[in-house]
Every structure is written in structure tokens, then in C-alpha cells.
């Protein structure tokens, strides 16, 4: 093993993903190399994520299978929101732990390399006073044709959930021209797909002179030579606005796909969330993106078993989830987080009922996926192909509006078709994903 190799393990969304390409990116370029296992590795990292109580647990779980290895001069780190929520606590409960950085520290993360290897067991970077966004050309890319561009940092919200605005601090952007400046080197080195990140990505305000808004980056994105498709993530109903739309209409490099999280349908919920919005409000931002000019897919995010949350709120959801007819959403069990507003309010939902309408919850999306899904059979779709499925002779590719599918390609020929933008025609599908065969455009 040696004293310079390091194994990273990522948990959560896709900052932390993109946050650990950039820490990959600076370790290398620190002389340390990558290795596969943390059994062959001197230095293990989590980079981690605390959006729930399970994505926590898993972390400690993993620092647990591997203690008995710190008095064999493993070392071991904690990053993320874990390590920005818990802080110096994780070093009494996981004692072998010798690093804990937020990812507002990342940038100072050679200085604390250099302590690690001085011997010191008790690294932190967790201040969040920062203007920083990381943005850093030591970016290490795990994707040859998608790359991730964080264009905000943090969170200004309340939602009495979310630990996020403790965990990232508050919102930074990034200048319009420096993001500008990443797409173009992406598409030089021959990424064609760019997908922008921020907890909260339509809340971008350019800091510069600029000042460009949200929807003005995304048209200047839109324009880099190079670049067939963009995609975003996430965005808050309060901030989206209209602009965003029309842009989406008039670029379509602008991806046919909107995640826009509602949590609840309720506005009373809404409002005990602090979400800053109410039901009506969200759904006339539902009604710009089934009025626009393309056909554009929209997921959303769903919570059940609020405190406080009633059987006609969790109805509302339910009626919410019947008329947008979501192409798919991400559902979770409300989960108690360390900070938030939530902890403190009266009337928790018992565990065996979030279970159950979380079930019901999922039993709903998937039958309307299954039809949503089955309007496609027989539809032209591009896909950027993205993998081999070698057991299935199927390539793997994902369509503009998000939708995997996997396709038989008929003159197969041995040539590899990872990276290239196919025609497939949709022959069957099923609750998640779509089956086809390539097809000849005339």
C-alpha cells in the first residue's frame, strides 16, 4: 500500500459526485493516485451526504467496517455535508477519522494534505465563510461525454426540512464568463453534454458586471460551439420563472427536461415547509411547460409524513401527482435533520404510516409512468449512447427529455457507439425506461 494512494466513495446527489471529481482532480494533481478498493488505498475518503438519516447511517457504517485498519497507517477522512453538519463530533464517534471538511473547504484541501502527511489527526475545514464555488481546473472527469459545471454554491432558503443551507452555507454564484469559459474548454476536449449544478440552480445571479440571470445563462450555455446538449439541476419553483421557458423554446440544445421539486401538493403543508410558494403558484409554472413551444418532460421531488402533514394534505399530493402526470419523481419519507425547524414541530407521522403513503405514493407514479412511457412505442427518439449492456447485446443511452433507453443496433460491426447521438426508434417500454432499435433518418 502505498503512502500516496487514496480511494474515494461518494454519497447523494450530483454536486456531491461533481464535488468529488474536483477533489479527485486535486488530489492527482498532488501526486496521489486513485485505486479501486479503500483495502488498497492509505487514505479514504467519504465524500458524503446528509439529506437523510439512511445516507448518514450508511457513512458511519463504512467508517465502522474499516476501524480496526487505522493502527496499520490508514487514513481516513469525512467529507461533505456530514462532515459540515457534524463537524469535530465525528472524531469522538468514529476516533480513527483524521479528516473533516465541508465542501465549502475543498479549495484549501492540498493544505490539509500536507498536515495529514505531517502526522496530524485532527484536520477540519468546516468554516462556510467563504465566496468561493470551488471552481477549479483540476477537475478530474469520470463521464468522457457529460461533465458537470456548478454554477451556485448554498442555499438562502428555509425550507424546515433541509439541512442544506447548514451544511453548503449561502448562496454564491459563479461569474457568467467563467462558467462561460469551462463550457468552451469541455467542448475542446470533446464533452458534448454539460449538465449546470447548484442546490438551487435558477436562484444564479452573475456577480459580475454582467449580472446575467439564470435564463440569460442558459441561452449564452446554449450558444458554445460544440455543445449538443445542456441540462440543469436543481431548481426551486420560487425562482423559476417564465424567462426560463422561452429560452428553453428558442435553444434546442436547452434539453427537453424540467425537475422541478413540489414536496408536497398541500399549501397549507407548503407553507409549514416554508417553501415560499403555494399550490396554485406551483402549478402555473406547471402550465408554462405544458403551454410551451416543445414538449418538454417534468419529475419533481415528493416528501410524505411532514409533522403535521393530514390524510386531505397527503390527498392534495396524490391529486397533484393525477393531474401533472410526472414522467417521474423522486419520493422519500420525511426524515428528521440536526438544524431545521422541522425538529422542533408537533403532530410526528408515525413510521408505519409514512411507509404506507409513501408506498401509495409509488404505486401511483408507477402506473402513471407506465403509460406515460408507453406513448412513446413507435416515437423517433435521439440518444446519446452511454454504455453496453453486453448480457442483452443492448446499448445504453438516455433520451433529451431524460428517459434510459436501451437499444439493438443492427450493423454492429464491432465499432464502439459510446459518445455518439443515434436515432432510435421506441419499440416497447416499462415503468422506467424504454426499448428500441437504431433507425435510419431519410
Known amino acids: 500500500m502505498s503512502g500516496r494512494t487514496f480511494y474515494i466513495e461518494t454519497f447523494g446527489c450530483q454536486m456531491n459526485a461533481h464535488d468529488s471529481e474536483k477533489v479527485v482532480g486535486t488530489l492527482v494533481a498532488q501526486g496521489y493516485t486513485q ?63 483524521s479528516l473533516v471538511a465541508g465542501s465549502a473547504s475543498y479549495t484549501k484541501l492540498p493544505q490539509m ?22 471552481d477549479t481546473p483540476l477537475t478530474r472527469r469520470d463521464n468522457p461525454h457529460r461533465a458537470y459545471i456548478t454554477i451556485i454554491e448554498g442555499c438562502d432558503k428555509s425550507c424546515a426540512y433541509c439541512v442544506v443551507p447548514f451544511t453548503r452555507g449561502p448562496e ?21 453534454e454539460i449538465q449546470l449544478l447548484g442546490q438551487n440552480v435558477n436562484s444564479y445571479r452573475d456577480p459580475s458586471a454582467a449580472g446575467w440571470d439564470f435564463a440569460t445563462l442558459l441561452g449564452r450555455v446554449a450558444q458554445v460551439a460544440g455543445i449538443r446538449r445542456v441540462r440543469y ?39 409549514a415547509m416554508d417553501r415560499q410558494y403555494t399550490r396554485d403558484e406551483y402549478r402555473r409554472r406547471i402550465e408554462w411547460i405544458k403551454t410551451a413551444k416543445r414538449k ?62 409513501l408506498a401509495i405514493v ?51 460491426g464491432g465499432a464502439s457507439l459510446l459518445g455518439q447521438y443515434l436515432p432510435v426508434r421506441v419499440t416497447r417500454s416499462g415503468p422506467n425506461s424504454l426499448v428500441g432499435e437504431s433507425a435510419t433518418v431519410e
Open 172 to 192: 454564491r454564484s459563479r461569474a457568467g464568463e467563467s462558467v462561460l469559459a469551462e463550457a468552451r474548454r469541455l467542448a475542446e476536449q470533446g464533452y458534448t
Open 362 to 412: 409509488q404505486e401511483k407514479q408507477r402506473a402513471i409512468q407506465i403509460r406515460r412511457n408507453a406513448d412513446r412505442i413507435g416515437t423517433l427518439q435521439e440518444v446519446l449512447v452511454e454504455g453496453r449492456n453486453q448480457a442483452l447485446g443492448q446499448w445504453i443511452g438516455r433520451t433529451s427529455d431524460n428517459r434510459p433507453l436501451n437499444f439493438t443496433h443492427r450493423d454492429e
Open 35 to 97: 485505486v479501486e478498493t479503500p483495502e488498497e488505498a492509505h487514505l479514504v475518503l467519504y465524500n458524503t451526504c446528509s439529506i437523510r438519516d439512511k445516507a448518514e447511517q450508511k457513512v458511519f457504517n463504512r467508517l465502522q467496517q474499516f476501524k480496526r485498519d487505522a493502527g496499520k497507517g490508514k487514513v481516513f477522512g469525512v467529507l461533505g455535508c456530514v462532515a459540515q453538519q457534524e463537524g469535530e463530533k465525528i472524531f469522538a464517534r468514529a476516533p480513527h477519522v
Open 113 to 134: 494534505l500536507v498536515q495529514l502527511e505531517a502526522g496530524n489527526r485532527r484536520v477540519t475545514g468546516l468554516s462556510l465563510e467563504t465566496d468561493e464555488t470551488f
Open 296 to 357: 418538454y418532460s417534468i419529475t419533481t421531488d415528493i416528501i410524505v409524513g411532514f409533522p403535521g402533514e393530514t390524510d386531505a394534505d397527503f390527498q392534495h399530493t396524490l391529486d397533484l401527482l393525477d393531474e401533472v402526470q410526472y414522467d417521474s419523481l423522486f419520493s422519500f419519507k420525511y426524515s428528521a435533520r440536526p438544524h431545521t425547524a422541522a425538529l422542533a414541530m408537533p403532530d410526528a407521522i408515525p413510521e408505519e404510516e409514512k411507509q404506507r403513503r
Open 233 to 271: 439541476t436543481t431548481s426551486h419553483p420560487r425562482d423559476f420563472v417564465k424567462a426560463i421557458v422561452d429560452v428553453m423554446d428558442e435553444n434546442s440544445v436547452l434539453c427537453d427536461h424540467v425537475h422541478l421539486p413540489v414536496q408536497s401538493g398541500s399549501t397549507r403543508l407548503l407553507a
